[in-house]
Structure formats: C-alpha cells, structure tokens
C-alpha cells in the first residue's frame, strides 16, 4: 500500500462546513490510503457531531462542558491515528482531487517533517476575501523552507510528531507556529507548497470577523514568546504589534498638541510597515489590489497591537475569557 495518511479534523459548531470538508477528503482518490479519517469535537452545540457520525466517521467527543484548546483536540485525534503521516484539517476546508497525491510524493520519496499547501477562498468569496487570500497566496507563491505553516492544514510523518510531543496544549493560538519551530529545532524540514491550492470556506466575510479573528490569533503572541524564551523569530508578532501601537498614540498625542511635525513623522512610521510587507508580496496586481491589501495589514497589526496591551494588561486568564468571546 506504501504510505499511509490519518485525517484528524477538529471541529467546534461546523455543521455548516464539515460535511463537504469530510466528502471532499473521501472523493480524493486515496482509498485505502487513508487509514482513518477522526473527527475531534469540542463540545459542539449544533449538529456537527450528527453529521461526522453519518458519514461514518470515528468521532471522538468532549463531553467534559469545558471547551478545549484546538492544541488539546489535534493531540487527541494523533493519539488515536494509525497511518505514517497524519494531516490536520480544519472542519472548514475543502481539498483538491490531488491534495494527497501531491503530498505522497513528498513522504513516498523520503521527506521527513512537516508539509502545507497554499489557500484560496471560493470563486464567489467578497473583495475582503479574495484580496487578503491573495496577500497570502503571493508570500508562498513557490516551494519554500518556512518556520511557520497555519496549523489548518499540515501534514506531518508520525514519528516526527511523536518526536516533538505534538501541539503545546496549553497555547491558546500560536500553536501551530510553536509546533512548526519546534520541528525545525529537532532538525526536520518545514515545507510550504504552492501548486497544490485548499479552499478554506472560513475565510473572513466582513470587516468585524476579521477584526476579531486577528484579535484572537494575536492572544497568545507574549507566551509564545516567552517559551521560546525572547528570541528574535519569536518578538516579531509582539514588536510589529508595540511599533504600530505606539506610533498610533505618538500620531493622536501630535494630533491634540498641534505638533503638525511629529504628526508626519508619526504618520510614516506607523504606515511604514506596512507598506514594505504589502509591497513584498509580489506579483504583478494593479493599484486597487495593492491598496487593499495594505489597508487589511495595516489594520492587522494595529488590532495585533491592542491584543498586545490586553495581554500586558491583564495576562493570561483575561488572554482566555476573550478568547472564549471571540473565538471563531
């Protein structure tokens, strides 16, 4: 049979998406190749679990009435796989005819870490959508060596998994980037794929999701840091977050003092950033895509920022009870 692959699909209120996810997975032509394909629920309150039964999934269920970190449910769903490389799915995304095709040529040829393919949104998706997906499609346009895939789609050779003792269940996000370096600290490769694209039907539908998306993503930016101990890789999220918050306050404190110079230094530095990573992206796109997407990263790291203050703040349980709120 050669390799073998595991799904492991967390999922918390996903009766909307996790059905085509599931059917999408079965209708990819691996067969018997996928040993077992696991949904791990998190006390879902709608029928998600209803539906990953009648598909005729295993399902493991938390019955417990506290919600557990997305960290804690991958482990839990790893635990009980059986195949040589495991793939974590989010419950809302759909893959391609190919999508473990193209892996099992990585893993059938020897490849020993973890690997990821690219995202795109659906064809009927709005502008919000569409440009931020394409902001992030450009920055893994070709095969790469990276520190950090979005744990929605990874998949990773059993015994490297085991090697690292998993996802850190104590991160409420960030895990994923957590897990990602500790791969590359015990020597493994970290593999971004590009001709291979997901359709992540999660994918922000408004301002005010994205808003507070990027708020929870952003909420474990200070422990991550701290386990790994300050290092530079791991200050980036926290220091792009305290540059654009503190340059917003420098503009409005100019602002309310007539300092008309300061107000322009403020301003450039503030965009600055932003500028140069929107720029980076590449690609040849006209004036309008490279606006928007500016004004979605910009307005990512000043959330980033705010997330950063409520975590200096108030720490770690404020860092949950938000994240309970705004989780989505």
């Not at 020897?110 to 690997?115: D, I, S």
């Amino acid at each position: 049979m050669g390799i073998t692959f595991s799904v492991v699909i967390p999922a918390y209120n996903e009766a909307a998406n996790i059905r085509k996810c599931i059917r999408s997975v079965k209708e990819s032509g691996m067969g018997e190749e996928i040993l077992d394909l696991i949904v791990v629920d998190n006390g879902s309150t709608d029928s998600t679990v209803e539906i990953a039964k009648k598909e005729g999934l295993d399902v493991i269920e938390n019955t417990s009435g506290v919600r557990k970190t997305i960290a804690a449910l991958r482990n839990s769903g790893g635990r009980r796989a059986r195949g040589d490389v495991l793939v974590f799915l989010d419950a809302d995304i759909v893959v391609p005819d190919n999508f473990f095709h193209r892996a099992k040529d990585f893993f059938s040829g020897g490849f020993k870490g973890v690997l990821g393919f690219v995202e795109r949104v659906p064809q009927d998706a709005g502008w919000l959508g569409k440009v931020w997906s394409e902001c992030l499609f450009l920055k893994r346009s070709r095969l790469m060596e990276v520190d950090f895939l979005p744990g929605r789609n990874l998949f990773v050779n059993r015994e490297v998994f085991e090697k690292i003792n998993g996802f850190n269940e104590s991160l409420i996000t960030c895990e994923d980037k957590d897990f990602t370096f500790r791969a590359i600290r015990a020597g493994f490769k970290v593999m971004s794929v590009p001709d291979t694209a997901y359709i992540h039907l999660g994918y922000e539908k408004s301002l005010w999701e994205f808003v507070k998306k990027e708020f929870w993503r952003q909420g474990s930016t200070l422990e991550f840091a701290r386990l790994w101990h300050f290092s530079f890789r791991s200050l980036r999220n926290p220091m792009l977050s305290f540059w654009h918050i503190f340059f917003f306050l420098l503009f409005i404190s100019a602002v309310v003092f007539f300092k008309s110079t300061v107000v322009l230094t403020a301003s450039v530095l503030w965009l600055f950033p932003s500028v140069v990573m929107t720029v980076r992206t590449g690609g040849k796109r006209n004036f309008s895509f490279y606006f928007m997407g500016f004004v979605l990263e910009f307005l990512k790291w000043n959330i980033s920022g705010i997330a950063l203050v409520t975590q200096l703040l108030k720490g770690k349980p404020f860092r949950t009870e938000i994240s309970n709120l705004l989780i989505p």
